[in-house]
């Protein structure tokens, strides 16, 4: 602790909102530079390290191979995937001193496949697993709660290459796997849920989430059967409506009315009874559209389903001005009589007869609204969105909804980007055929600051064991333990020697924060006492052991708590 | 070999003038994606892990402690230390989502600063050294030569924090020993060199060379008593003028001698008895300033001495226009009568009577010219270039000249950086001071290409065991050996195991390009003969030795030419 590059802080610095971050700025882990962007001092390298140590061995048992890619792109190799133009602002652009464009990068497909068209010739050299640990940039509009949103992160980013869409089920498989043992390994409780494509593109994904109120996701879980989602592309079952005649169309005035709660409310209906209409402007290939989306009363809209729907990169709400300028009326708008949008319906609204919908006209509403016989929407989907209390795709059952932190997504890509950059081999056959990829990625820093969230109490850290910066925290009075450091030392365990010249409490303090699993004190009173004072961080008690045997005592214990991490790997859940 | 991701090519890409490098691209280490930006694929990736084990355990000899920070700063931070707009294009500046001016760092004295502003308080904290190994970016105007010149580079750069200038003397001199054992470990012959501190500023720095053809830096060595300096800064004793009466100016016709050989053959006098003038524009503190340069006509002057001289961030050649606008004559320029320019004389011109110099009138020079009679320098300065055959200024024996590619470099760098951002601590005294910094560099890609330039031959290349991606290269037709590389495994032997379906031939072809210390061949052939056939990489013999005891006589070998390395650590020359 002498020799420490870095301090403890007593207080937490202003404007902290998530309690980990607060306890890893305070004990000396990692310091900010700006919005978003950190330095990892020496106590945080060290746990970074070992959890790299667990991503490589993980990544090794499922054949990975590490790589290293760089972190500045040319921007053609964006432009060639189409994602150049794809991503928003998130993807920082910058131009070299010839003025050509370049892109940060935030993960490596391209770059991947662009290898892969020259490394790989015949299907004896598929199925493949590269992976790389490595420095990314994604410029998040809001960066918050330190490492877990950060703009600057270390990442895993794992790509799987195969021959067909056999061989990529199963690495998407193997790697959904590794990826329990992989927080299992690093103390951290995750689920796996599936999840949006996003700007991937691709098939399948499923995301790893820490439930934790921090999260600025959410998830629907079902208890019952074990179905599990991100509210974006989470299904759920919807309450059917009655059969019952189609009716004529009525006109009522509804003045004031301009919320479904207020219309439900005038007419004495229930919500499930009305059509609700929402209103946006699509980016569609680059071209801007305008969408009319209609959900019934009883449901949000769920803005990923929609742009996946209609194949949006990007969705915005519209202006009154736009919407009137298609014949709508805002707080009154129905797809009744409307022309030149593109309507989309969630798919319960063809099967509910006679719902009250706007009628274009301000103060208006129409009664006995009936799909394909009043309007026709171009896309029926299911664009509504499952919340706290929906029933369950898979068996019916009320889901419930938590927060989350994602900490791993995985993901089917297909053959989009080997088809973009010729990442072809010849096949047995001797046809030629384009490397079907998946992507499959952890951010370090936020895996670590998860585990901070979730491993703490109110005086400091409690790390885990396999991801501590170091296993045992030796107090004493001034260095009145140097032989016993030095016999641990030799021993090869990962000490952490307070010699400062500070009282007992300081040290206790700074131990307490700092978080090591294991404290170890030896003063006067202690070797009274018998020995040496050996104290998990996480329990209260503490026992005294004989100092001759203190370090195989120490060891044990290490081993011990080793071994209850590893018998901790929870059973995959959600196995793709 | 069958699952390694990458393939050898038989044909080096066109274009590549570095063998090293194309042997590096040839044999699969690497790929480039754009000028000066590589991936490294799993080989390359594998000898730079163990290149950064040596950096490790080197760097934590000298007491250092690993951190990482970040690779995207705040343009602010680079404001602060005058190097926003002090250093040129090679400093990538970009603007992220909300314009803020944000730039790519090129190195970390800033952050360091910044950082011991914060976490260093008393004396008690000091010395520190912390280093990182990252990712970092220098937008080179010409990248060339592979990885030796990269814009995209991995880097060790450290950091010593101290007390006073007694402190930063003791570390600099324990890094400076810390890199012979770097570069001696890692196979690569090294020299120091005194270097200019650059853009780094501070008030002494040595640079690493490995000689070579391919550098492009020129590099000053004595054979007689070892001093050694990078052009750009080497000193050297100058050929003294003898001592006569100053004679009366004369203006002389010398139609068409506009260069000092075509004067010196006109006039029949040698050189040295001619004055050369040197037109350059400088920029000093944010201004353009002419500078008006004069070195006798036996040397040549040396742009970065003058530019230290006159304190100067940039050097360009001055235009025909603006040497006119001073009042001189490109061709037949002299400082006698020029008005309103920075005057800097060579430290060896004020000593040389009876110069001829330039009249400032085309076609006409002046006899006779005498520093401090007829011109009066603003500054006198070493500014003469050392070249092949000067004297040593240490011992006055002939210096020759080579070509040396700088692979580590040291620098002083004292208080500037801590003085800007308010790094200081508690003196035992009582009193504040500011921390004294040193900082030390060594580009691991840069490193591994001069190993590769280094060790090969014309059949590929030949590493170093303590940076080879595999100790053994294992042959055998088919998959043959499939015991035999079992057993290696588990005797903790690095193999890279050819079980592809290939013939012998090209086998060998591949492990001579990959260039594994050692190859094992076991074949129906090899076994006839006694078991498995052992080669050195660098050998042409071979020996048989029995299947059963093959791995302990591996293990031997690979612990003899571990030992061979480190009995091979050089002795430090140019001890600072």
Redesign the interface.
């Known amino acids: 602790m002498?020799?420490?590059?870095?301090?403890t802080l007593r207080e937490v610095p202003a404007g902290i909102e998530v309690a980990g971050h607060g306890l890893l700025l305070r004990a000396?882990f990692v310091?900010q530079?700006?919005a978003g962007?950190?330095?990892?001092?020496?106590l945080?390298?060290r746990s970074?390290d070992k959890v790299s140590g667990i991503l490589r061995e993980e990544m090794g048992a499922c054949?990975g191979?590490?790589?290293?890619?760089?972190?500045?792109?040319?921007a053609e190799?964006w432009e060639r995937s189409g994602r150049y133009e794809g991503t928003g602002?998130?993807l920082?652009r910058?131009r070299?001193?010839r003025d050509r464009a370049?892109v940060?990068a935030m993960t490596h497909e391209e770059?991947v496949a662009?290898?892969v068209a020259?490394?790989?010739?015949s299907y004896?050299?598929l199925p493949?697993l590269?992976y790389q640990i490595?420095?990314k940039?994604r410029?998040d509009?809001r960066p918050r709660a330190g490492l877990i949103r950060a703009?600057?992160f270390?990442m895993k980013d794992a790509y799987s290459l195969d021959r067909n869409e056999t061989g990529l089920d199963r690495q998407y498989r193997a790697i959904h796997r590794a990826y329990f043992r992989i927080f299992g390994r690093c103390g951290l409780p995750a689920v796996s849920v599936g999840a949006d494509v996003g700007i991937m593109g691709g098939s399948l994904a499923h995301e790893f989430m820490y439930l934790s109120p921090v999260g600025e996701d959410t998830i629907l879980l079902c208890d019952t059967c074990g179905y599990t989602a991100n509210r974006q592309v989470a299904r759920f079952r919807k309450p059917q409506a009655g059969v019952e005649e189609q009716r004529p169309v009525e006109k009522i005035s509804t003045s004031g009315a301009n919320t479904i709660e207020a219309l439900a409310r005038l007419l004495e209906i229930p919500e499930s009874r009305t059509a609700k209409a929402v209103f946006l402007v699509a980016t569609v290939g680059g071209e801007e559209r305008f969408v009319f989306a209609v959900v019934r009363g009883d449901m949000d809209l769920n803005e990923t389903k929609l742009a996946n729907a209609v194949g949006a990169d990007g969705l915005r709400p519209a202006r009154a001005d736009e919407i009137r300028a298609v014949g709508a009326e805002p707080g009154y708008g129905s797809p009744v009589g409307v022309a030149g949008v593109l309507v989309v319906a969630d798919d319960a609204v063809p099967g509910s007869p006679n719902l009250v919908a706007g009628a274009n006209q301000d103060g208006f509403h129409l009664l006995n609204v009936n799909h394909a016989r009043d309007f026709e929407a171009d896309v029926i989907a299911d664009v509504a969105a499952a919340r706290e209390g929906s029933a369950c795709p898979e068996c019916g059952a009320q889901m419930r909804a938590e927060r989350g932190v994602e900490v791993g997504n995985i993901f089917k890509l297909g053959t989009r980007y080997s088809e973009a950059f010729g990442a072809g081999y010849l096949d047995r056959d001797g046809e030629r055929k384009p490397v079907v990829m998946g992507s499959y990625g952890i951010g370090l820093g936020r895996l670590l600051a998860c585990i901070a969230e979730e491993h703490r109490d109110e005086d400091g850290l409690i790390w885990p064991i396999s991801v501590a910066p170091y296993a045992v925290h030796l107090v004493s009075a001034d260095d009145g333990a140097d032989r016993l450091y030095e016999e641990l030392i030799s021993a090869g365990v990962e000490v952490l020697y307070d010699d400062r010249r500070e009282s007992l409490g300081t040290k206790f303090k700074d131990a307490d924060l700092i978080g090591a699993p294991i404290r170890l004190t030896l003063t006067t009173r202690s070797i009274e006492d018998g020995g040496v004072e050996m104290k998990l961080r996480r329990e209260t008690g503490s026992r005294v052991v004989p100092v001759e045997g203190a370090v195989a005592v120490v060891k044990q214990r290490i081993s011990d708590l080793e071994d209850e991490i590893l018998a901790s790997i929870p059973v995959p859940t959600n196995e793709p």
Chains 1, 2 share one sequence.
């Not at 002498?2 to 301090?7: D, N, P, Q, T, V």
């Not at 191979?65 to 040319?74: I, T």
């Not at 020259?118 to 010739?121: H, I, L, N, T, W």
């Open positions: 002498s020799g420490l590059f870095g301090r000396g310091r530079l700006a962007i950190f330095s990892y001092l020496p945080a390298k970074l054949g191979q590490e790589v290293s890619m760089p972190v500045v792109h040319p190799v602002a998130e920082v910058l070299d001193r370049m940060l770059v662009g290898l020259e490394k790989v010739g004896q050299q493949r590269v490595q420095t940039f410029d509009a703009r600057e270390t």
